[in-house]
């Protein structure tokens, strides 16, 4: 079984500029999270979709960032304009829904803002 | 509000001893529970999970943690240490329907010759 797949897997941009992550989840699960993982600490939960719907984007910026799940399968995620404090680790997740809520997360984006 | 605190950030131990790692949470509803570990420049993968079923859990690579509610806690242990556990370990808790979730700070864990 194919597990979570990211792309870019790294990424440099100057502030200011925009920036586009892919995640595509595994076949199944219904379930897709995006995680922001800033070095030296635990991933942050920015938005979490059941299937093409949001359950909860409360921690997102949405000033500057947007998420959308087309068709309840792959997603992407969208930093306009970027900030020098954006640099991290962009994690996807997917599960397979409800009742088993265990996520399997992708090799993640490191994005550099200079 | 929930919220993950792991005591210590950093734990070593010597190969062959004993693993403690420390998680305490505060949550509203009846949560789930979770640990992952995050080797280095690999991604996270989940060592076991609580769900309400019984308290004791066992993961993968001989680990297991015990749910207790009176404490709120959810330390992760494992018997004997080995070289290739030295890596990042994040506490994870939920809510009881797969919302909310909220990692910890982690601990790194190194294990010694």
């Known amino acids: 079984e194919a597990g979570v797949a990211q792309s870019p897997r790294y990424k440099i941009i100057e502030k200011r500029q925009s920036v586009a992550f892919w995640c595509n989840p595994i076949?199944?699960?219904?379930?897709l999270y995006w995680y922001q993982q800033i070095l030296g600490q635990g991933p942050k939960l920015l938005i979490q979709f059941q299937n093409n719907g949001v359950v909860d984007d409360s921690q997102l910026p949405k000033d500057r960032f947007s998420a959308e799940r087309l068709k309840g399968v792959d997603s992407t995620l969208k930093i306009q304009p970027a900030k020098l404090e954006d640099s991290a680790v962009y994690l996807c997740a997917s599960s397979p829904g409800t009742g088993s809520y265990e996520q399997y997360f992708g090799p993640g984006t490191r994005l550099t803002v200079t | 509000a929930q919220s993950v605190t792991q005591l210590d950030s950093h734990v070593s131990v010597s190969e062959g001893t004993p693993v403690l790692l420390r998680c305490n949470y505060s949550?509203?509803?009846?949560?789930?529970l979770f640990w992952y570990v995050q080797h280095p420049n690999k991604g996270l993968q989940l060592l076991l999970k609580y769900t309400s079923a019984a308290t004791l859990v066992k993961g993968i690579n001989g680990f297991e943690a015990e749910f207790k509610k009176s404490e709120t806690s959810f330390h992760l242990t494992k018997p004997s240490a080995h070289m290739s556990d030295a890596a990042e370990y994040f506490c994870?808790?939920?809510?009881?329907?797969?919302?909310?979730?909220?990692f910890g700070p982690g601990t790194r864990l190194s294990v010694l010759p």
């Open positions: 076949s199944g699960h219904a379930t």
């Open positions: 994870v808790v939920s809510d009881s329907e797969g919302q909310n979730f909220v």
């Open positions: 949550s509203s509803y009846s949560p789930s």
